[in-house]
Every structure is written in structure tokens, then in C-alpha cells.
């Protein structure tokens, strides 16, 4: 029973691999606690969330039943930085 109850919590975790060696490249320690990287996946799930739900609203404000790339680019248009990189992300998908 207990087994099964920490399978299912630990299945919402996709991506403790890629956390982990990202934190590595950036100066954490080789194996990080599993605890630390499932908190920044959590982190990270809910920004994501959270920007989609805002990016949903601007489509709905202007009118669209469906997100586009300018609802994004419009939600981080005062950071150019990130402008430049999710333009750059998106021409790769062409």
C-alpha cells in the first residue's frame, strides 16, 4: 500500500533527470535531494500554469477562442530579454 501511494505521488514528476543535471551545470552538487528537485519542478509547473491561464485571458480579451504566440510575447513584452528568446525558441519550430 505504501509503495503504491509514493509511486503515484512521485508519477506526477516528469522531470527529476533534466532538473537534476541542469542544477549540476549551474553549480549543485552532482545527485541533489530528490526533495529539492521536485520542488523546483512544482515551481516551474505552476508558473507555466500560470502564465497559460494569463496567456488564455489575453485571447479571450482580444477576442480568440485560442491561444496564439503573440498572447505570450504580449504577457513578457516589458522584458526584452525574454521577448528575444521565446521569438528565438519559436523560430526553431519553423
Given at each position: 500500500?505504501?509503495?503504491?501511494?509514493?509511486?503515484?505521488?512521485?508519477?506526477?514528476?516528469?522531470?527529476?533527470?533534466?532538473?537534476?543535471?541542469?542544477?549540476?551545470?549551474?553549480?549543485?552538487?552532482?545527485?541533489?535531494?530528490?526533495e529539492?528537485?521536485?520542488?523546483?519542478?512544482?515551481?516551474?509547473?505552476?508558473?507555466?500554469?500560470?502564465?497559460?491561464?494569463?496567456?488564455a485571458?489575453?485571447?479571450q480579451?482580444?477576442?480568440?477562442?485560442?491561444?496564439?504566440?503573440?498572447?505570450?510575447?504580449?504577457?513578457?513584452?516589458?522584458?526584452?530579454t525574454?521577448?528575444?528568446?521565446?521569438?528565438?525558441?519559436?523560430?526553431?519550430?519553423?
Amino acid at each position: 500500500m505504501d509503495r503504491s501511494r509514493e509511486r503515484d505521488r512521485l508519477a506526477k514528476y516528469k522531470y527529476i533527470t533534466e532538473i537534476q543535471q541542469m542544477m549540476y551545470v549551474f553549480g549543485e552538487v552532482q545527485d541533489p535531494l530528490p526533495e529539492t528537485t521536485m520542488l523546483i519542478e512544482d515551481i516551474v509547473r505552476s508558473q507555466v500554469i500560470e502564465i497559460i491561464v494569463m496567456a488564455a485571458a489575453q485571447a479571450q480579451r482580444r477576442g480568440s477562442r485560442f491561444m496564439a504566440a503573440e498572447d505570450f510575447i504580449f504577457l513578457i513584452r516589458h522584458d526584452r530579454t525574454k521577448v528575444l528568446r521565446l521569438k528565438e525558441y519559436l523560430s526553431w519550430k519553423d
